[in-house]
């Protein structure tokens, strides 16, 4: 039988646990640089798990390794910048997620490199030959398999269209990059769209520059009565759930987004895969680039556990019947 967890909604509380970011450094350790788009307080669970990853291999902090994580909080200008302040601190290994990569592999092209947490191919992005003999410094783990975020992307409206069947138009809110013309958000973009002709519904974007645009964003998806909206996963919108969900919550419609913490937050829906088991088996190739393995002779992992989790809260409050199907098939039902 399906384990399903069920969660009372609290705000946007996520559950995160209790750990230190670095610990004192030993400067004879190899070292383990993290940077991540994300605030410090929501990557916890994912450091913990990176952690746990290298513990797999045998490897414990301050013993055999230390580490140094730098976060961007949703402000993607800052990326280059840590990325710089962690490689003078001679890092055996760097560990990067979502937008980090491609920034830490344009600027740090030889230094080894683990990725986790992107939906893109990392053939297309040139961060690898192949997924199997990636050949370069860098290899990881990808949020699906080649074919990347449409096939992901293609999942997760199919739950939506059963979950709101009479879907007519979406709307898309997402935030502008100008720092990573053609990065992973446009990847999302580019799936949503193509996947969207295909269910048979027309797509909108609302794109923002900052956190100010959101109300206007907003204010226009809603003169374009859309039917519904989709939350980017890019990390300047999850690092500030807390004043993006106010104007989710005053649009009064069905909402779909990628990661659980936004449906814990309030969303109807999201699917995703387990990022904390992405950062883990990252943590297992940190590990075993410290022992001497080259980055180029790791296969590049594809990701195995997905969460689907629905908001029954949100669902009642829309007047919304969950299916039977979605709720067997839902990993995190949120009451």
Do not use: C
């Not at 946007?12 to 788009?37: E, G, K, N, Y």
């Not at 230390?66 to 760097?94: C, H, N, Q, T, Y």
């Amino acid at each position: 039988m399906r384990r399903r967890t069920f969660l009372q909604a609290a705000g946007s509380a996520a559950i995160v646990w209790p750990m230190p970011t670095s610990a004192a450094r030993d400067a004879t350790l190899p070292l383990v640089a993290v940077l991540l788009p994300a605030p410090e307080e929501s990557s916890k669970p994912r450091l913990a798990a990176l952690r746990e990853g290298l513990k797999d291999e045998g490897l414990l902090e301050g013993s055999h390794y230390s580490i140094e994580a730098r976060f961007a909080s949703g402000d993607f200008a800052r990326l280059p910048e840590l990325a710089k302040e962690l490689d003078e601190l001679k890092p055996r290994v760097f560990v990067a997620s979502a937008n980090a990569v491609l920034v830490v592999h344009k600027l740090l092209p030889d230094t080894p490199l683990v990725f986790t947490a992107i939906a893109a191919d990392p053939i297309a992005f040139g961060l690898a030959q192949s997924y199997t003999r990636p050949g370069g410094s860098a290899t990881g783990n990808v949020m699906n398999a080649i074919g990347g975020e449409e096939s992901l992307t293609a999942k997760r409206l199919g739950f939506f269209r059963d979950l709101v069947p009479n879907i007519k138009r979406l709307g898309m809110i997402g935030s502008w990059v100008p720092q990573l013309p053609g990065g992973l958000l446009y990847q999302e973009e580019v799936a949503l769209r193509n996947t969207s002709g295909q269910l048979g519904f027309k797509f909108e974007k609302y794109a923002i520059k900052t956190l100010d645009d959101l109300e206007q964003a907003f204010a226009k998806a809603s003169a374009d009565d859309v039917d519904a909206l989709y939350i980017s996963g890019d990390p300047l919108l999850f690092a500030n759930i807390s004043r993006v969900m106010p104007h989710i919550l005053a649009a009064a419609k069905p909402t779909l987004g990628t990661y659980p913490e936004w449906a814990r937050a309030g969303l109807l829906l999201t699917y995703s895969n387990d990022l904390a088991d992405g950062f883990r088996r990252a943590g297992v190739y940190a590990a075993r680039i410290i022992k001497g393995a080259e980055p180029g002779d790791l296969p590049i992992d594809q990701a195995s556990k997905f969460t689907l989790a629905i908001n029954l809260k949100t669902a009642k409050q829309l007047g919304i019947s969950v299916p039977p199907n979605l709720l067997t098939l839902a990993d995190e039902l949120i009451e």
